[in-house]
């Protein structure tokens, strides 16, 4: 057992905002084995979403598992918790003998038997083919995951890849496992192999370790090193699958210990879970490890980082004061690096710069409570601070504040972009709770309200909906997004169209934006 030392990944009352903290699970005794798998669990956002948005129907008891992770979910998201309510659910009786982490796993997903559990679940059909006249069967079955056996010795190096690749290859039965064929009337040379019907959304793959010893009458671990693969493809027919969590073991079979690595979806960094503990660390521990037992991949989700996105972004940040413009930088950027102000008061003086891995954002004041000639100096200094010129504009608002006359604005600066820019703009709707309060769906909020589905129509439909102080990080989201937004024909808005429409400006002195400008100024 851990000593209960740091609770969380992160202090508390760290200044960085935008780290995700992680909370520890407490260990009963010997309960790590149950803590590493619960955590994988929860790591698993598809699972985690359905497990905390499951309705609970009357009184299902006490009993009733799938409650049981309801509740643990939900405090863990807030501090570190306690597993009781899942030990006795799940009829474990002795809290100090340690178990198997696998075992649990799949217990764990068959108890709950609803549709949470679909995440990790494929199908697999096991065929049998007559050599003779080629006649096949198939048996289908869902599965949760693959069970690897290891073909090297203790102090060998398994190599996984190759193992998941033996593991579907056809082989021929030895005579006396012959099947009979209906067709030939008699027992024929066997060939038998395994195939996926249905790809599972979480691939887990399980290390045979510990096998039986029939002359010592007991269980022997293979501790073979091995790389632990960062992804997997089996072949042209196989979605790619990234690693996102490990559930590693230390020492023997009776004893030992279990902890799990963990890459965060909100952040994409890696957490080491240890009971009480979490603490960060790196996927180098991976690497030529005798420790990993069960793995688990995400189906094609490439985690995305200001490093790995495709193409550059340089995005610039337009928006009312206080609408969480510096915030919503900052969570593209995945770091604290604009200051961000309160409810009642904006920090932002001037435009800044920040370039993070591909990633250049542009933070601005609100440019629309400036006069006319500190807006085009604003503006040519925006252009300059990424250069060649921003490749996007996100135009942040909070979603209830999003008044008429912002929505004026909101067009007049539209126009003012040459015609095909429009295709570079996003609307980012903050506080998003507001729209939990109201009940809505951010599609219902938008077509009740004709003049917002203009707005939104005239940015080809691109928007998000974020809220920025709810402990979730949006920086995958909010990537995944941009990158969608950012092709590869995804032409920069160069420095001389943008320019230009600064020029324009200076030409046109009474134009709307103006006489709107100036109603704002004098609010
Ligand atoms: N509840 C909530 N608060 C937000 C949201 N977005 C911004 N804020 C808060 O609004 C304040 C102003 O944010 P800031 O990023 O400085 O706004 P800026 O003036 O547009 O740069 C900060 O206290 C933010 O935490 C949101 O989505 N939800
Ligand atoms: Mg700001
Ligand atoms: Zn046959």
Same mark, same amino acid.
């Given at each position: 057992?851990?000593?209960?030392?740091?609770?969380?990944?992160? *202090?508390?009352?760290?200044?960085?905002?935008?780290?995700?903290?992680?909370?520890?699970?407490?260990?009963?005794?010997?309960?790590?084995?149950?803590?590493?798998?619960?955590?994988?669990?929860?790591?698993?956002?598809?699972?985690?979403?359905?497990?905390?948005?499951?309705?609970?129907?009357?009184?299902?008891?006490?009993?009733?598992?799938?409650?049981?992770?309801?509740?643990?979910? @939900?405090?863990?998201?807030? *501090?570190?918790?306690?597993?009781?309510? #899942?030990?006795?659910?799940?009829?474990?009786?002795?809290?100090?003998?340690?178990? $198997?982490?696998?075992?649990?796993?799949?217990? #764990?997903?068959?108890?709950?038997?609803?549709?949470?559990?679909?995440?990790? @679940?494929?199908?697999?059909?096991?065929?049998?083919?007559?050599?003779?006249?080629?006649?096949?069967?198939?048996?289908?079955?869902?599965?949760?995951?693959?069970?690897?056996?290891?073909?090297?010795?203790?102090?060998?190096?398994?190599?996984?890849?190759?193992?998941? *690749?033996?593991?579907?290859?056809?082989?021929?039965?030895?005579? $006396?496992?012959?099947?009979?064929?209906?067709?030939?009337?008699?027992?024929?040379?066997?060939?038998? &192999?395994?195939?996926?019907?249905?790809?599972?959304?979480?691939?887990?793959?399980?290390?045979?370790?510990?096998?039986?010893?029939?002359?010592?009458?007991?269980?022997?671990?293979?501790?073979?090193?091995?790389?632990?693969?960062?992804?997997?493809?089996?072949?042209?027919?196989?979605?790619?699958?990234?690693?996102?969590?490990?559930?590693?073991?230390?020492?023997?079979?009776?004893?030992?210990?279990?902890?799990?690595?963990?890459?965060?979806?909100?952040?994409?960094?890696?957490?080491?879970?240890?009971?009480?503990?979490?603490?960060?660390?790196?996927?180098?521990?991976? /690497?030529?490890?005798?420790?990993?037992?069960?793995?688990?991949?995400?189906?094609?989700?490439?985690?995305?980082?200001?490093?790995?996105?495709?193409?550059?972004?340089? !995005?610039?940040?337009?928006?009312?004061?206080?609408?969480?413009?510096?915030?919503?930088?900052?969570?593209?950027?995945?770091?604290?690096?604009?200051?961000?102000?309160?409810?009642?008061?904006?920090?932002?003086?001037?435009?800044?710069?920040?370039?993070?891995? /591909?990633?250049?954002?542009?933070?601005?004041?609100?440019?629309?409570?400036?006069?006319?000639?500190? &807006?085009?100096? @604003?503006?040519?200094?925006? #252009?300059?601070?990424? $250069?060649?010129?921003?490749?996007?504009?996100?135009?942040?608002?909070?979603?209830?504040?999003?008044?008429?006359?912002?929505?004026?604005?909101?067009?007049?600066?539209?126009?003012?972009?040459?015609?095909?820019?429009? /295709?570079?703009?996003?609307?980012?709707?903050?506080?998003?709770?507001?729209?939990?309060?109201?009940?809505?769906?951010?599609?219902?909020?938008?077509?009740?309200?004709?003049?917002?589905?203009?707005?939104?129509?005239?940015?080809? *439909?691109?928007?998000?909906? !974020?809220? #920025?102080?709810?402990?979730?990080?949006?920086?995958?989201?909010?990537?995944?997004?941009?990158?969608?937004?950012?092709?590869?024909?995804?032409?920069?808005?160069? /420095?001389?169209?943008?320019?230009?429409?600064?020029?324009?400006?200076?030409?046109?002195?009474?134009?709307?934006?103006?006489?709107?400008?100036?109603?704002?100024?004098? $609010?």
């Amino acid at each position: 057992m851990k000593n209960p030392g740091t609770l969380t990944a992160e *202090k508390r009352d760290s200044p960085n905002r935008n780290e995700v903290q992680y909370n520890g699970l407490k260990n009963q005794g010997a309960t790590c084995y149950l803590n590493a798998v619960l955590q994988c669990l929860f790591m698993t956002p598809k699972f985690r979403e359905a497990v905390v948005s499951h309705k609970v129907l009357g009184d299902c008891g006490q009993e009733n598992l799938l409650l049981q992770l309801k509740k643990l979910f @939900e405090q863990l998201s807030d *501090k570190a918790a306690s597993t009781e309510g #899942i030990t006795k659910s799940l009829g474990v009786r002795n809290v100090f003998e340690q178990q $198997d982490a696998v075992e649990y796993y799949r217990k #764990i997903l068959k108890a709950m038997g609803t549709h949470a559990s679909k995440v990790f @679940e494929g199908k697999m059909s096991n065929i049998t083919k007559c050599c003779k006249c080629s006649e096949e069967t198939k048996e289908t079955n869902t599965f949760i995951s693959i069970l690897l056996s290891i073909d090297v010795g203790n102090d060998e190096k398994y190599d996984v890849k190759n193992g998941l *690749k033996t593991f579907f290859e056809h082989s021929k039965l030895e005579e $006396d496992d012959w099947m009979y064929c209906d067709k030939c009337d008699q027992k024929t040379e066997t060939e038998t &192999w395994s195939a996926i019907d249905e790809y599972p959304t979480v691939l887990t793959l399980h290390l045979k370790r510990f096998d039986f010893d029939y002359m010592q009458m007991s269980y022997k671990k293979n501790e073979c090193c091995l790389d632990v693969p960062p992804s997997l493809h089996n072949g042209d027919k196989w979605p790619k699958y990234d690693l996102y969590a490990v559930i590693n073991h230390k020492g023997g079979y009776t004893g030992g210990h279990y902890d799990a690595i963990i890459r965060s979806y909100e952040n994409g960094k890696w957490y080491c879970f240890d009971d009480y503990t979490v603490r960060k660390t790196s996927e180098a521990s991976l /690497k030529n490890s005798h420790l990993p037992y069960m793995l688990m991949y995400r189906k094609g989700t490439a985690v995305l980082s200001p490093d790995s996105v495709l193409h550059p972004m340089r !995005i610039l940040l337009i928006g009312p004061s206080r609408a969480g413009k510096s915030a919503v930088g900052n969570i593209i950027l995945g770091g604290n690096y604009f200051t961000c102000g309160s409810e009642s008061e904006t920090v932002t003086k001037k435009s800044m710069a920040k370039t993070v891995g /591909k990633i250049t954002v542009v933070d601005t004041p609100n440019l629309f409570s400036l006069d006319e000639q500190s &807006w085009s100096h @604003e503006m040519e200094k925006c #252009i300059e601070l990424c $250069d060649p010129g921003p490749n996007v504009i996100l135009w942040v608002t909070p979603i209830c504040k999003f008044s008429e006359q912002q929505q004026g604005l909101f067009h007049a600066f539209r126009k003012r972009l040459y015609s095909g820019m429009t /295709k570079h703009m996003m609307i980012i709707f903050t506080n998003g709770r507001e729209l939990k309060k109201l009940g809505q769906t951010i599609d219902t909020f938008i077509s009740k309200r004709s003049k917002l589905c203009k707005v939104v129509g005239s940015c080809q *439909k691109r928007y998000h909906v !974020i809220d #920025i102080p709810n402990g979730h990080n949006y920086t995958l989201e909010l990537l995944e997004n941009l990158s969608k937004m950012v092709t590869s024909e995804f032409t920069a808005i160069s /420095k001389r169209q943008f320019k230009h429409c600064v020029r324009r400006k200076h030409l046109k002195k009474k134009t709307k934006i103006l006489k709107t400008l100036k109603m704002l100024k004098s $609010d």
